[in-house]
């Protein structure tokens, strides 16, 4: 089995504990809310939020149907997030699972820098499609961009 490494660093005006809060602590209650046109649920399969909580989340519309995470581990004073993607169709063929490891520091102007490395486990001799790897980082893009906008919109929102 391979292993594909890609690193992404987004920078934002947000705090990186308001960030860390919506994206992490209270995802499953944003996310619906902000992007119901492609997040339809997000479900607790089992666990308390930390390390081991395996969450399934449900695509309103588009190729995939839902995705499975568990948490590897979570640092909130840190702002440190790992988790893995460990079921779901856009594993595809390839896929064994993919791992984020997410650390968000404090820029000098108190916005955060977003710094994402991510594992794509290839299947015995699989390669990696360049072009899906694309989508799944512009989409994570996507999503960083829409919390940043709405926790911009609502500065009193995990102030």
């Given at each position: 089995m391979g292993v594909v490494t890609h690193t992404n660093e987004l920078t934002c005006s947000i705090s990186p504990s308001r960030m860390f809060k919506a994206m992490f602590l209270d995802a499953h209650n944003l996310m619906p809310k902000?992007?119901?046109h492609t997040i339809k649920s997000i479900e607790k399969l089992e666990g308390d939020g930390g390390a081991g909580t395996v969450v399934q989340i449900n695509f309103s519309a588009g190729p995939f149907k839902y995705i499975k995470h568990r948490t590897d581990e979570v640092d909130v004073e840190n702002h440190f997030c790992k988790y893995t993607l460990i079921?779901?169709?856009?594993?595809?063929?390839n896929l064994e699972c993919?791992?984020?490891?997410?650390?968000?520091d404090t820029t000098c102007n108190g916005g955060c820098v977003c710094k994402t490395t991510s594992h794509?486990?290839?299947?015995?001799d699989a390669v990696l499609n360049a072009e899906e790897m694309k989508a799944g980082i512009e989409k994570a893009e996507e999503i960083h961009k829409t919390i940043?906008?709405?926790l911009t919109e609502n500065s009193e929102v995990y102030a």
């Open positions: 902000l992007m119901p079921e779901g169709d856009v594993l595809g063929d993919i791992t984020h490891e997410v650390k968000l794509f486990h290839c299947k015995d940043e906008t709405y």
